[in-house]
């Protein structure tokens, strides 16, 4: 592809710990006024998801613009995973375009960040005065610069508490996530996750500022995105879209400007491929993903879903499904899911068919449903969920003989992926890396 005449832009890969969509720019009561300005300014993406609703495998698809099995990340990098080439990372098809890049605050992709081939690892603590810091260094432009935030990730493992050591929200006028009930238990566990998403959000508006203030707004590319689900109860390492959603939102010049608002399906592999189209560079051929850009051109397309009249007015979709995985979290627990944008089907692989309790971080609501018969639940091998008319995903179709048809459909699509990618699970159990550290199934926390 022909590179583009504008100068190239900056990038600023800016993340979050745990957050999903609860934030205020997709209609929570969580406020987070700098992340609304941002969508205000620039592009929100409503139906996001990630490629693994786990910390290390999902910023590894981004990262690496394909799938966890792919790419080698099936579980924790600080417990002994890794990805199988670190020269996939995106950094190393900047740099080779004149990119200098830099890493603040939190990565999750190597248990030693200076294996990733950033040009400078700036530290952990203090994501955002680290990078305000190298920002105000004035580095060669372009740059790559990922600034990592702890935040909303519950703090203390022993704890399960989003603010250990500062003060807790009030939960009087707070309602939990849609997974939990309403008791005084989950309203205080949510009242404090707001407090946390709180301070993400003041401490990503301070690299913002910093931005404007040094003049490199106008020519850089904000991809503000988080992991996945928040760690809740039915969320966070759970294929549903309670775990898989995530806030997308990018700002910079055209076309990720005009606080656009985007319906379309979009994957975090579609990244790597949408940063590659963006600045006229030819795709490694590892990418798996699609790119973005004809999502933001003007206009609404055409299109046919299952379930939906014919040239239904729809807006484009660049996916007519989309994929996700859980091979390892604390914890053994392989399934894999495909979602288009009416139907989900998740395959639960193992045989084990109670909870994986340790894939859920310990807190307030946790301790709710473990009160009251969690661990005794029955896990079920296939999911199917009529998004349309279930958007809990609560009610499994899978048995219903009326929807065997759409149940063999999204089967077919599933194994055609796992086949076309090299799934190691379709072979069966998938082995840890050698050191590799993990929690039995059987037990209760991580």
């Keep these: 592809m022909t590179a583009p005449a504008r100068p190239l832009p900056n990038i600023v890969y800016i993340h979050s710990h745990d957050t999903g969509r609860y934030i205020q720019p997709y209609g929570h009561a969580v406020p987070t006024p700098h992340l609304q300005a941002l969508a205000e300014e620039g592009v929100l993406f409503r139906r996001a998801f990630c490629a693994a609703p786990t910390c290390s495998p999902s910023r590894a698809a981004l990262l690496t613009g394909q799938a966890p099995h792919s790419s080698g990340m099936l579980g924790l990098a600080h417990r002994g995973f890794s990805l199988n080439d670190y020269s996939q990372h995106i ?8 990119y200098t890049s830099a890493l603040a605050g939190v990565q999750h992709v190597a248990r030693d960040p200076e294996m990733i081939g950033y040009d400078q690892v700036l530290g952990k603590e203090d994501a955002e005065k680290l990078a305000i810091a190298w920002l105000e260094s004035r580095p060669p432009q372009p740059f790559f610069l990922s600034v990592g935030f702890s935040e909303t990730h519950r703090r203390g493992r022993e704890l399960g508490y989003f603010n250990p050591d500062g003060p807790a929200g009030d939960p009087r006028y707070c309602l939990p996530p849609a997974p939990l009930p309403d008791t005084p238990e989950t309203r205080q566990d949510m009242a404090d996750f707001k407090v946390s998403a709180a ?5 990503m508006g301070e690299v913002f500022s910093c931005l404007e203030r040094l003049g490199l707004a106008e020519n850089t590319l904000i991809i503000c995105t988080t992991d996945h689900g ?4 039915h969320m966070k390492c759970n294929l549903t879209d309670h775990g898989l959603g995530v806030f997308l939102i990018m700002k910079g010049p055209a076309p990720f400007r005009g606080g656009k608002v985007i319906d379309a399906m979009v994957s975090h592999i579609d990244i790597f491929p949408t940063i590659c189209d963006y600045l006229g560079l030819e795709r ?3 990418l798996q993903g699609a790119s ?3 999502l933001l051109a003007e ?9 939906k009249g014919e040239g239904a007015d729809t807006q484009k979709e660049i996916h007519e499904e989309i994929y996700a995985e859980v091979t390892y979290h604390a914890a053994y627990e392989p399934k894999r899911a495909v979602r288009t944008t009416r139907w989900k089907y998740i395959r639960n692989w193992d045989e084990r068919r109670r909870p994986v309790l340790p894939n859920c971080d310990r807190s307030l609501s946790k301790e709710v449903w473990l009160q009251n018969g969690w661990a005794g639940r029955p896990i079920p091998e296939e999911e199917l969920y009529d998004l349309l008319f279930d958007p809990q995903e609560r009610n499994n179709l899978a048995a219903a003989p009326e929807y065997a048809a759409v149940l063999a459909d999204m089967r077919r699509r599933l194994t055609a992926w796992m086949e076309r990618t090299n799934d190691p699970l379709l072979k ?19």
């Design 292 to 294: 973005i850009l004809p």
């Design 299 to 307: 206009g609404k397309g055409k299109g046919k879903e299952k379930g």
């Design 199 to 203: 301070r993400l959000d003041k401490k």
């Design 230 to 233: 928040i760690a809740f109860p």
């Design 91 to 98: 950094v190393h098809t900047l740099r080779r375009t004149g």
């Design 428 to 446: 069966g159990h998938v082995p840890m890396p050698e050191g590799a550290r993990v929690n039995d199934p059987d037990g209760i926390h991580p």
């Design 284 to 286: 490694p051929t590892w």
